[in-house]
């Protein structure tokens, strides 16, 4: 797969000053993507373009929690069916014929990916790649042990694929407890293969905007610049 050669630290900074700055947030489920990318838009004017957002409207639902509830849990009646409608949608969202079209012009952009973008095919990831920054959200030890803890506390439906299977004598949530891991494997692994950069998403948790920034500049290549402009502002 061929990725964007990381930015240096100096053109990170032109990027932003010239308003032609695109970065894609990926990681799992509930590690701040969407807060982190809301942030940016509310603080520091970067045009949010939310793959979910665009995936309920065109469902005709109101957010993302009633998306969920469309969507179901893998063993509940066409499930399968409404998996396969959730990623056609999703990929059409996610691999745009032209990222320019979407932004307005002059705007900084932050791409808000859903957790199973992992699961779009090569060319949408490797599309990501090659158009944008990725900056891959990690999970690390015990976070990755309070997510598996979080999803068998909330039960939050998600795009399973081929990961879900009860096996003879298995309860239901005895094939959630044995393949949940698994699926959180596979998606790391797809993030890891897309991303330019890495980033701990307890590090940004809590993050202002220029935290962000920051975390992301020095993760870049090169000298650091005299002038960083967001630091003046945040």
């Not at 509310?42 to 469309?70: C, H, P, Q």
């Not at 990755?144 to 068998?152: A, N, S, V, Y």
């Not at 694929?161 to 959630?176: C, H, P, T």
């Not at 307890?202 to 002038?227: H, M, R, T």
């Amino acid at each position: 797969m061929t990725t964007l050669e990381p930015l240096t630290k100096i053109e990170f900074v032109e990027h932003l000053l010239a308003g032609n700055l695109r970065f894609v947030l990926v990681g799992m489920s509930n590690t701040g993507k969407s807060r982190r990318a809301k942030e940016l838009m509310r603080t520091l004017g970067f045009f949010m373009y939310s793959v979910d957002e665009l995936i309920a409207n065109e469902l005709g639902l109101k957010n993302v929690g009633e998306v969920g509830e469309w969507l179901g849990h893998p063993d509940s009646e066409g499930y399968a069916e409404r998996e396969k409608e959730y990623l056609r949608l999703e990929n059409k969202y996610t691999c745009l014929a032209s990222l320019e079209a979407i932004i307005p012009e002059g705007k900084n952009l932050v791409f808000d990916t859903t957790g199973s973008v992992a699961h779009l095919p090569q060319e949408t990831r490797d599309w990501l790649s090659e158009n944008c920054l990725v900056v891959y959200l990690t999970l690390e030890g015990s976070d990755m042990e309070k997510i598996i803890d979080l999803f068998f506390r909330v039960m939050k439906p998600l795009i399973w694929g081929e990961f879900f299977f009860i096996q003879k004598g298995e309860s239901r949530n005895e094939a959630l407890r044995r393949c949940y891991p698994d699926l959180l494997a596979f998606r790391a692994e797809k993030y890891a293969d897309m991303a330019n950069i890495r980033i701990s998403a307890k590090e940004l948790w809590n993050a202002s905007a220029g935290a962000i920034l920051d975390a992301v500049l020095q993760c870049l290549p090169g000298e650091d610049p005299e002038n960083v402009p967001w630091r003046m502002l945040t």
